[in-house]
Each structure stands twice: as C-alpha cells, then as structure tokens.
C-alpha cells in the first residue's frame, strides 16, 4: 500500500541521540488496569498521582490541536492519564486507521497460527493455491506467510495497490529485498480460507470482542480492507499489546507470537517487525524507499517503543518501559512533504517532557 505518513527522515542520526530519550523516571508499580468489557467506565490517573510535569500538559494539547489532531489518548499501565478530543470529534466517533491497521492483521495471523489453522512458515499458494500472483511458480512458492508479514515477498511495490494475481509480479527473491506493499492483506485471506470463516466474523470473535473494541471493516478501493474504531478502541488493542498478548487473565495472542511481531523480523529493514514499526534500532528504511536512514525512526521517542503507523498520522505508540500507551487519531498533521515533516520528533519532545 503506497502510504506516506509522517516521519522525520535525518539523513545522519547516531545512536547516542536515541540512546539519550531513554531516561531513569521509575515505573509506577501498580498493577496493570484493564478496562471491563461492554462498559464506558475506564480508570484515570491523575498527572499529580504520577508526578508528572503539569506545565507540560498544555503544551502537548496545543501542538496536537495545531497539528489537526481529532483525539488523543495516553495510557499508564492501562489507567487514562490524558484523554482528549478536537474539532468537534467525540469519544464515540469511529476514525480510520489507515496503515495502524496493518498491526491487527499481524495479530490475527498470530491467533490463527496459535489456534492451529495456519503456519506462517508455510507457502502462501499452500493457502491462495498457486497463481496468486504472475510471479513464475518457482519464485512464487519461494514467499511464505512470513513474508508478506515482514513485507519482504519480492513482489514488485511500483505497481500500485491493486493485489490481483495480474499486479502481483515478480521482482527478487522473496526474503531478499525489503519493501513496503499492499500484498500484506492477503494474510487476510489466508485467516479466512484457513479457518474457514469470513475475515470479520473471525477478526470480532477472537479480537475484537474479547477485549472490548468497537468497530468494522470497510472497504475503500479494490482490495482495500481499512478497519474504522473510535479512539478508546484503538487503546484498548495498544493496552493488549502493552501486555504481550494477554487480556487482563486471558491469552489473546501468545507472548512468544508477540515478541516476535514486535522485534526486528529480518535484516534488510531492522525498524521493522511483523507489520509493526520499532523504534531505537541503529537504521531503518521507509516507504516507496530502498534507502537506509541512519538510526532511530523517532530520535526523540524512547529505544524500546514500537509502533503502528498510517495514513495521515494515526499512530498507537507502545512504550514497555514506561507503561504507557498513546494513541492518535486525526487529519495529517502538515499538508506537504509528509515523508520529511518533523511532526514525531516534535510531539515526542512534547509528550517526554510531561515525564522527565
């Protein structure tokens, strides 16, 4: 899928510059909070409870109301800390996810695998049948499940987003080149040949429902599956992930699946997991690119996060060391040069100075 979402791409970065956002504010011990299923009731914290910088806060709201933001929601170990809504959106209003969206996929394949439907280790042709693509069949039974999870199938990413057997050609070796490209939702037909139901039937009943999501598939293009949830429900999926999988006492995904998705999944792009973006890592490659940028995506954001990332800046930003969750949802935060805007380097200046 050809996204640009916003970035700041610094030509030369070191790794002391990211070394330095990873400061030593202890962790509040607290349990984790999960939030109960089929209710509005959620636990705060407050910025006085946590210590927090409360000259910071205005700030951060002001910058994220520039920058045409709808919502905003920062999590504690799993309480509400700041949660914000802007230009007439609503706690209850759906948004889309745009590419954040790819991340739940990656989950389900998880769950589908853990539920012994599918293998990501197998071919994608022992799911799709062979054809799939016009690649020749010999380079197409080269591109495992794994592949189209870690966007390293091969198939050519200048073609469009299109996913038909048609605009599916080959381009390398699967596993040996990295590039971003809308063939990743094809392991949505894989979950529902494999488990023999409908994608959303299964994607509601062993996701969504379980931990308390609101939300739908639609479908904007050809073949263009784009999940639309309001804000809280996006936190909730960050809160589970936060959590390596597991729903208060329930497994949703396994820890070990999670792990996984959630680390450096190959050795071309090491800022990329299972359709998971991670930051902290020593370079990374970004959309419509080849190029190698030097460094952490987000110099100013904390080594350990990961992140889910998409169209017109919708973000879950996941930060294991400080517990914390922070989702954003809204309109593109500059209207030019996306792929260049300094958007998550300036928010995160913003967001750490509420803590440091």
Avoid at 27 to 37: H, K, L, R, S, T
Avoid at 256 to 280: E, V
Avoid at 311 to 340: E, F, T, W
Wanted: net charge negative.
């Amino acid at each position: 899928m050809k996204i640009i979402f916003s970035l700041i791409i610094l030509v030369v970065l070191s790794c002391d510059s990211a070394d330095n956002n990873n400061n030593t504010t202890p962790i509040p011990a607290e349990n984790m909070y999960f939030p109960p299923i089929g209710s509005s009731s959620w636990e705060t914290k407050s910025i006085a409870d946590l210590e927090w910088n409360q000259n910071a806060v205005q700030p951060l709201l002001d910058y994220l109301e520039l920058k045409n933001t709808k919502s905003c929601i920062i999590l504690v170990n799993g309480r509400i800390v700041l949660e914000n809504y802007f230009n007439g959106h609503e706690v209850n209003t759906p948004w889309y996810w745009a590419s954040a969206g790819k991340t739940l996929t990656a989950t389900m394949t998880g769950i589908a695998e853990q539920q012994g439907f599918l293998n990501t280790n197998n071919k994608v042709s022992d799911y799709l049948n062979t054809g799939w693509t016009t690649a020749p069949l010999n380079k197409e039974n080269l591109i495992l499940c794994k592949h189209l999870l870690t966007m390293t199938s091969g198939l050519d990413d200048a073609l469009g987003d299109d996913v038909s057997p048609a605009n599916l050609k080959y381009k390398a070796d699967s596993g040996s080149r990295w590039a971003y490209h809308n063939v990743y939702v094809k392991l949505q037909d894989i979950v529902a040949t494999a488990t023999n139901q409908t994608w959303g039937n299964y994607f509601n009943s062993q996701l969504r429902d379980k931990i308390g999501m609101t939300g739908t598939w639609l479908t904007s293009g050809e073949d263009l599956s784009v999940y639309w949830s309001n804000t809280r429900s996006m936190a909730r999926f960050g809160l589970l992930m936060l959590n390596k999988g597991k729903w208060n006492s329930t497994t949703i995904v396994n820890k070990n699946y999670c792990t996984t998705a959630t680390n450096i999944s190959q050795n071309i792009n090491l800022g990329y997991g299972y359709l998971w973006w991670l930051n902290g890592k020593t370079s990374y490659h970004l959309p419509q690119s080849q190029l190698e940028f030097p460094g952490s995506i987000i110099p100013t954001a904390p080594n350990d996060m990961f992140m889910a990332l998409g169209k017109n800046d919708q973000k879950i930003y996941i930060v294991p060391s400080k517990k914390m969750v922070i989702v954003r949802m809204g309109d593109a935060a500059d209207d030019v040069n996306l792929a260049l805007s300094d958007f998550d380097e300036v928010l995160w200046e913003k967001i750490s100075a509420l803590y440091q």
